[in-house]
């Protein structure tokens, strides 16, 4: 019980620092200063395997449980990638739906048979309150997704 209370005085208490100024920034301060585009990583996830990377991106969906996840769009507009922590470490507010993130994190991959996929994206499901078709994972999959280890987030202007 403490936890979620100190996980929800977290969550609001950054959503009210992004009210207030414009821009949040979140878990271990940003070292690297050459940004990686979310279109080359999804065209060529491998390549960034294991490899710390700065990306920059619109947050298209934050995870509206525990701010543990969210999604970033790509630089060309086609895809998105998931930037996911460790539930409490950084609290990703749903507020900050639409802003611009700067995340500093290191690729990884989760290989997925056909029942897992579908318990994932059940579960995905579930956090979004949306329906899931289980017929829609026809097979095994590989998800790419980013360990988020710093951020840094912007309102957007205008």
């Not at 507010?93 to 700067?102: F, H, V």
């Not at 997925?112 to 994206?121: G, R, S, Y």
């Not at 997704?145 to 987030?153: F, M, R, T, V, Y």
Request: glycine residues 10%; contains cysteine; charged residues 30%.
């Amino acid at each position: 019980m403490q936890l979620k209370l100190i996980t929800l005085v977290l969550f609001f208490g950054i959503g009210a620092i992004i009210a207030q100024t414009d821009e949040a920034n979140l878990g271990a301060e940003i070292t690297l200063t050459e940004k990686t585009n979310i279109s080359d990583i999804l065209a060529d996830p491998e390549a960034y395997l294991d490899k710390t990377v700065l990306v920059e991106g619109e947050i298209l969906e934050v995870c509206p449980m525990m701010g543990c996840w969210m999604e970033l769009k790509s630089d060309d507009g086609e895809g998105m990638i998931k930037v996911k922590v460790k539930d409490g470490e950084i609290v990703f507010p749903t507020e900050a739906k639409g802003s611009i993130a700067l995340v500093e994190g290191k690729v990884y991959k989760i290989e997925l048979t056909q029942e897992k996929a579908i318990e994932h994206f059940q579960h995905v499901a579930e956090e979004k309150g949306e329906e899931f078709d289980p017929s829609t994972i026809t097979g095994p999959m590989t998800i790419y997704q980013i360990k988020g280890l710093g951020a840094e987030i912007y309102r957007k202007k205008g």
